[in-house]
């Protein structure tokens, strides 16, 4: 199976200052023109949500500050200007090969 | 409401080596239009695949952990999405989500939390 690598494990960021997390797969994420690369949020106490689909699309009602980037096996989330809001945990996966895979994950907090 | 509701309550407890069915109530979207998945986290970790079925029914899916012992079935005039879960192991203990299986339309259940312990 296709193993995600996510680095850092967790930040710690100012309000107004910008944050990224890094996604490596151990595979190319790129087939048919998509790259399957997604990155989810999942807020305290609540269930997942998408943020940013096929490496670069923000899903529906996504900030503008939320920017993915990358291809082939690295790929990055930027946060621009980290609201409190951002808090929680950021995943990447990928949906290239069966079985889906998921980073470890990035704790994000404010400080 | 779009809503994706996990029933059988939020938090179930069941000896290991037993079986369990949980089930996901969609309500708000066109159900068969979607393939489902669900998905799950143990307590303090990430997210985990467990399953995937087509919108129609017509394939299936499942990781290696739950192949043979988990089946993911829906019915689609119900809108509901099922997961059978046998021969249940203490390193099941999760959070069950189940989720569409879109990256155009991503909606996720709360979750039910099935605890596997003797």
């Known amino acids: 199976e296709i193993v995600m690598t996510q680095t850092p494990l967790s930040l710690s960021v100012t309000p107004g200052q910008p944050a990224s997390i890094s996604c490596k797969s151990s595979q190319n994420l790129h087939s048919a023109g998509k790259t399957y690369l997604y990155w989810y949020l999942q807020k305290p106490g609540q269930s997942p949500q998408l943020l940013i689909y096929?490496?670069?699309n923000r899903f529906s009602g996504v900030p503008d500050r939320f920017i993915g980037s990358g291809s082939g096996t690295d790929f990055t989330l930027k946060i621009s200007r980290v609201e409190a809001e951002d808090v929680g945990v950021y995943y990447c996966?990928?949906?290239?090969?069966?079985?889906?895979?998921f980073g470890g994950g990035t704790k994000v907090e404010i400080k | 409401q779009v809503q994706l509701v996990e029933s059988g309550g939020r938090v179930v407890q069941v000896r290991p080596g037993t079986s369990l069915r949980i089930s996901c109530a969609a309500a708000g979207f066109t159900f068969s239009s979607y393939g489902m998945q669900w998905v799950r986290q143990a307590p303090g970790k990430g997210l985990e695949w467990v399953a995937v079925?087509?919108?129609?029914?017509?394939?299936?899916y499942y990781s290696e952990s739950v192949k043979g012992r988990f089946t993911v079935s829906r019915d689609n005039s119900k809108s509901a999405l099922y997961l059978q879960m046998n021969s249940l192991r203490v390193e099941d203990t999760a959070v069950y989500y189940c989720a569409t299986s879109s990256s155009t339309f991503d909606l996720w259940g709360r979750g039910t939390l099935v605890t596997v312990s003797s």
């Open positions: 996966g990928q949906s290239i090969q069966l079985p889906p895979t």
């Open positions: 096929e490496v670069s």
């Open positions: 079925i087509w919108y129609d029914g017509s394939k299936k």
